[in-house]
């Protein structure tokens, strides 16, 4: 089984344990949401973690694999797309996530894209939330 195909079952069964084994431990998240990466593993598993209460009725619909650029370092590495539909507070939201891997197939590199823009603000609002909740982020001045 590819680390692709594990990473899918992973989300799917929503193990954090088997997520965690295909991981870096300098991975780098490139959200829909955030200008910055989310980065290290610890960080990226505690927005797993968050992203899985969050998503309803989340699914893999379609993959494609290859090479591709990672944004960390301009390096051409082993890549999958996944395609996915879920919904988040009423909205449905369309997306992908590129998965970059390192030379041991593990995960380097993780950049999700999601549309409708409509559906990118609630998600973003949704996972906030979460990460204040679970104390990984402080809570944005003013709220």
């Given at each position: 089984?590819?680390?692709?195909?594990?990473?899918?079952?992973?989300?799917?069964?929503?193990?954090?344990?088997?997520?965690?084994?295909?991981?870096?431990?300098?991975?780098?998240l490139?959200?829909?949401?955030?200008?910055?990466?989310?980065?290290?593993?610890?960080?990226?598993?505690?927005?797993?973690?968050?992203?899985?209460?969050?998503?309803?009725?989340?699914?893999?619909?379609?993959?494609?694999?290859?090479?591709?650029?990672?944004?960390?370092?301009?390096?051409?590495?082993?890549?999958?797309?996944?395609?996915?539909?879920?919904?988040?507070?009423?909205?449905?939201?369309?997306?992908?996530?590129?998965?970059?891997?390192?030379?041991?197939?593990?995960?380097?590199?993780?950049?999700?894209?999601?549309?409708?823009?409509?559906?990118?603000?609630?998600?973003?609002?949704?996972?906030?939330?979460?990460l204040?909740?679970?104390?990984?982020?402080?809570?944005?001045a003013?709220?």
């Open positions: 089984m590819t680390t692709a195909e594990r990473f899918r079952a992973a989300v799917h069964s929503r193990d954090l344990a088997a997520l965690d084994d295909l991981f870096t431990e300098d991975i780098r490139y959200s829909p949401v955030k200008f910055t990466p989310f980065e290290g593993k610890p960080m990226v598993l505690g927005l797993f973690g968050v992203l899985l209460r969050t998503f309803e009725d989340f699914r893999y619909v379609g993959h494609y694999t290859g090479a591709a650029e990672t944004s960390a370092d301009g390096t051409e590495s082993p890549s999958a797309v996944l395609l996915f539909r879920t919904t988040v507070n009423g909205r449905q939201i369309h997306g992908i996530d590129l998965l970059h891997f390192d030379d041991d197939g593990r995960i380097k590199e993780f950049t999700v894209m999601v549309r409708p823009q409509s559906a990118v603000h609630t998600l973003g609002e949704a996972v906030l939330a979460g204040v909740a679970d104390g990984l982020v402080p809570a944005p003013g709220a």
